[in-house]
Nanobody, 123 residues
Framework: QVQLVESGGGSVQAGGSLRLSCVAP????????MGWFRQAPGKEREGVAS????????YYADSVKGRFTISQDNTKNTLYLQMNSLKPEDTAMYYC????????????????WGQGTQVTVSS
């Protein structure tokens, strides 16, 4: 099973920042979208942000607009999520995701997942 490789999670206080990174193995081949999802205990996995590999069009969930920024470095096959002004409700396991012929906004769009990285925000 192909997996994306994430890094950058951790624990911060409310108002702090973290940057998540995700590397997609080159042998995956071309991808149409990549994104970040999160899942808190007892809740469903939800889309946080995504980016289309063609034109770079981005999507953000309303809950993170203005605070999170998704970006990618195509030369390194790497996806990033810069998270600023973190809130306790952002606490969750964050997953990198990728897909083909989709937008990577919902779980059903995803073909490849990372193993997850924990983000904990304390008040």
């Amino acid at each position: 099973q192909v997996q994306l490789v994430e890094s950058g999670g951790g624990s911060v206080q409310a108002g702090g920042s973290l940057r998540l990174s995700c590397v997609a193995p080159r042998y995956i081949g071309s991808l149409d979208c990549m994104g970040w999802f999160r899942q808190a205990p007892g809740k469903e996995r939800e889309g946080v942000a995504s980016i289309l590999n063609g034109g770079g069009s981005t999507y953000y969930a309303d809950s993170v607009k203005g605070r999170f920024t998704i970006s990618q470095d195509n030369t390194k096959n790497t996806l990033y999520l810069q998270m600023n002004s973190l809130k306790p409700e952002d606490t969750a396991m964050y997953y990198c995701a990728a897909g083909r012929f989709r937008t990577c906004r919902v779980v059903s769009d995803i073909s490849y997942w990372g193993q997850g990285t924990q983000v904990t925000v304390s008040s």
